[in-house]
């Protein structure tokens, strides 16, 4: 994968998302659930989200962890986050998140937030070695050579022992690794696409739909073998990597260099 192709992606992304961050509904593209609009259901989410993304972690050792959120938007997962570990960093290719991200961690914890490029870890960031970095919903949005580049720029700045937890779409006509949970029931997709259509209908501004459908919202649908085969072309030898498909629609993966259990 030529870093080329991440570097042409790059300006585009970043001028979408700018363009979602000043939209009336840019905390919708943050997280598109049911409910946004809601400041209390907003918050019930990102506790719930939150708490995934720190799936198994001793909370006593998350308490000396430094962490990096890659794609932190307006702060909604870093507010739940940050109190709990020793550091936290993210960035995002928005400003307009970025000032909002601050505003509500203020006094939460060492934080620090940096503007991306949309191709590279801002370099302030790469003295830093990390306990987790994590991409929350992040890399569904993205072309595949952006993913590719943002895994191979995470995987030097974890610790030994380190985990980077992230997210890609899956390829709804691939159903391997496909192991649904009683609570998810089938009909998920259809669920999700009735939600999007829904919130585009209630809406006036031809743009808004534009950034939905007709640009890069939606990002590279991974088959199961070529999800893992890209990943394992990356991996030092001592690191494992672990993937749970339990909607038909996300691979929740995790890389960790050393030994242990996965997610």
């Not at 938007?73 to 550091?87: F, T």
């Not at 696409?193 to 939606?218: K, P």
């Not at 085969?229 to 960790?256: G, K, Q, S, Y």
Request: with cysteine; aromatic share 10%.
């Amino acid at each position: 994968m030529s870093n080329q192709e991440a570097e042409d992606w790059a300006p585009l992304l970043k001028a979408e998302w700018r363009a979602r961050a000043r939209s009336p509904r840019g905390r919708f593209y943050v997280a598109s659930h049911p409910g946004w609009q809601d400041d209390e259901t907003w918050e019930r989410q990102a506790v719930i989200d939150a708490d995934f993304v720190l799936l198994g972690l001793d909370p006593e050792a998350l308490a000396r962890m430094k962490v990096l959120e890659i794609g932190c938007g307006n702060g909604r997962l870093a507010r739940q986050i940050a109190p709990r570990v020793a550091r936290y960093h993210g960035f995002d290719l928005c400003e307009t998140y970025l000032a909002e991200a601050r505003t509500v961690t203020t006094g939460l914890g060492r934080t620090r937030f940096l503007e991306g490029d949309g191709a590279r870890i801002p370099a302030a960031l790469n003295d830093e070695r990390y306990d987790l970095i994590f991409a929350a919903a992040v890399f569904i949005h993205c072309p595949r050579p952006i993913v590719v580049a943002y895994l191979e720029q995470a995987l030097p700045l974890l610790v030994a022992g380190g985990r980077f937890r992230f997210q890609v779409l899956a390829d709804p006509e691939d159903g391997e690794g496909y192991v649904p949970l009683e609570a998810l029931a089938a009909g998920t997709e259809s669920r999700t696409r009735d939600f999007v259509d829904e919130v585009l209908a209630d809406q006036a501004d031809a743009r808004e739909e534009e950034l939905v459908e007709g640009s890069h919202y939606q990002g590279h649908l991974f088959r199961y073998r070529e999800l893992l085969e890209t990943v394992r072309l990356l991996l030092p030898a001592a690191a494992e990597f672990h993937v749970i498909r339990f909607d038909p629609m996300i691979f929740n993966c995790e890389i960790r260099l050393g030994c242990g259990d996965g997610i």
